[in-house]
């Protein structure tokens, strides 16, 4: 897909199809307004027979419309003028991109950009746009034998302004927006690749090839020998049981002076989770090859970044490997010794991904961050607790939890600040271990993060839950590719203020 920014009225635009919204009550916007003018109130006569009322995500193509050059005009409802905010803008434009794309335009031009969104400029308009437009364009059917071709994702993209120029952070958000849209692509095409091809040892070659494509990253893959060296007894207990081999994925993005010390990125890569000898029960339990998607989210990340040339050091480390069960599988009860020195007591295998996070997270201090954000598909309890719409947010300091909070916040990509509160450590107490894994079924979320709060006391460090948001299931079963627009946006942030 291709995406720019277009000046000039929507009745001069000779193209495959001219997008404009209207109002609930039939009141036109501007954009729409002028096209009516041209075409002799050929819109207002249709809206008085009562075919549009302007109904939030509704829509009407309309072929031939007198005067004007484009092939097709779509109106699009935005729903109520005085209740036009966010979530009508999105879900207008979700719609807009549907409709869109069942059409045989090869290109459109679309008037979003200048709609008057309650506490959103146009910027927002246009990134929230392309973020539609590759969501309704998506598939994977990579693994399909006769798959069709995705004529849709070939549509050219044309942001509309009626006033005389574009704006720097109209044309910034434009490019941002494509290379999160490319990132969460490849997110999602990870997250929806099974297990069998997915393995701790595909990531890493994925990694290798990002690390290809773009002269900024460098990457280096450890192996289990090498953590063996390192000491780190606690994610090695978690791989035990597969016969494919764990793998540390380190990637470096160099974009400015290497004195800059880098933010961390550390995703969990559990390529499947059966449990291990903690088996899970077999129902849905093929969704747990989504248990690799906060590692997809570093990548596809890193990917944004690399492709923005943002102004900053990131690196992503990305604990990988399989928890399966076996003769030799770690089993309840055994106690193992981390990076970090302190001995945990594995009483629920099942609790796997914190044991590869909590080694991943002592390493991360060689590179001496600023700030690290690990990224987990990490408890159940989360998506009792925040369901699919947020991800959980936990953090050593608050400061950090309202940066992340304001990118979530920019990017519609929510996210629910956590309590990490010390009264809830006493729950991983163990009467054999330093700690122990689980902490019991009252606040799962939130021990869980505090497991991980152990490992992570000598730098500012936030969690991510994703358990909720990283995928659908049921019928839209996919992975979502969250929550690299929060996270790019974050790092985005970061670079505005430095400067
Ligand atoms: N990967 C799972 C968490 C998960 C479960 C994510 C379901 C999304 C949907 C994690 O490794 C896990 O199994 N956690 C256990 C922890 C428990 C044993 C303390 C859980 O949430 O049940
Ligand atoms: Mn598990
Ligand atoms: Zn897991």
């Not at 991800?391 to 309202?402: F, I, K, M, R, V």
Request: hydrophobic share 40%.
């Amino acid at each position: 897909m291709e995406f720019s920014i277009k000046l000039g009225n929507p009745e001069k635009q000779r193209c495959g199809c001219v997008v404009v919204g209207v109002f609930e009550g039939g009141k036109l916007s501007d954009a729409a307004q002028m096209l009516n003018q041209a075409a002799k109130n050929t819109l207002s006569d249709i809206i008085a027979r009562g075919d549009m009322s302007g109904k939030m995500a509704t829509t009407l193509l309309l072929h031939n419309v007198p005067n004007i050059p484009s092939e097709r005009v779509l109106l699009v409802g935005l729903g109520k003028r005085e209740e036009f905010a966010a979530r009508q803008y999105l879900n207008s434009i979700r719609a807009a991109m549907r409709t869109l794309f069942t059409t045989g335009a090869k290109d459109a031009v679309l008037y979003f950009a200048d709609l008057p969104v309650a506490g959103r400029d146009s910027a927002w308009c246009i990134s929230q746009a392309v973020f539609a437009a590759f969501e309704t364009t998506y598939r994977f059917n990579q693994l399909k034998s006769k798959a069709e071709k995705n004529k849709r994702a070939s549509c050219k993209i044309q942001f509309g302004l009626l006033s005389g120029k574009s704006t720097a952070p109209q044309n910034a958000a434009l490019k941002q927006a494509a290379a999160i849209g490319q990132g969460m692509k490849l997110t999602k095409d990870l997250g929806n690749l099974p297990g069998n091809i997915c393995t701790p040892s595909y990531l890493a070659r994925q990694a290798v090839a990002l690390a290809k494509a773009h002269k900024s990253l460098k990457v280096t893959v450890l192996e289990e020998k090498d953590m063996h060296k390192l000491g780190m007894g606690s994610l090695l207990s978690v791989t035990r049981g597969s016969d494919e081999p764990a793998k540390l994925i380190t990637l470096e993005y160099r974009g400015t002076d290497k004195k800059q010390k880098p933010i961390v990125l550390v995703g969990k890569g559990v390529t499947f989770d059966s449990g291990g000898i903690s088996l899970k029960p077999g129902a849905e339990m093929d969704e747990m090859k989504y248990d690799m998607c906060g590692a997809a989210s570093v990548l596809g990340t890193l990917q944004a970044i690399a492709e923005i040339g943002l102004e900053l050091n990131v690196v992503g480390i990305i604990p990988t490997c399989e928890n399966m069960p076996s003769g030799s599988a770690t089993k309840p009860g055994d106690i193992v010794t981390s990076m970090s020195g302190q001995t945990i007591e594995i009483l629920n295998t099942d609790a796997e991904g914190r044991l590869i996070l909590c080694d991943a997270l002592t390493y991360a201090a060689k590179f001496e961050p600023t700030t690290v954000v690990d990224i987990a598909t990490l408890t159940g309890a989360c998506v009792i607790a925040l369901g699919h719409v947020a991800s959980g947010l936990y953090s050593n300091q608050d400061t950090l939890a309202q940066e992340l909070l304001t990118a979530s916040e920019q990017t519609c990509d929510r996210a629910w600040h956590m309590p990490l509160w010390d009264e809830y450590q006493p729950q991983l107490d163990s009467n054999f271990a330093d700690i122990q894994n689980i902490g019991g079924r009252a606040g799962g979320s939130i021990t869980a993060a505090c497991f991980l709060s152990r490992f992570t006391q000598n730098y500012r460090w936030a969690h991510l839950d994703i358990a909720g948001t990283a995928w659908k299931s049921g019928k839209e079963k996919g992975a979502t590719g969250r929550p690299v627009p929060l996270l790019t946006q974050y790092l985005i942030n970061c670079v505005e203020a430095d400067n």
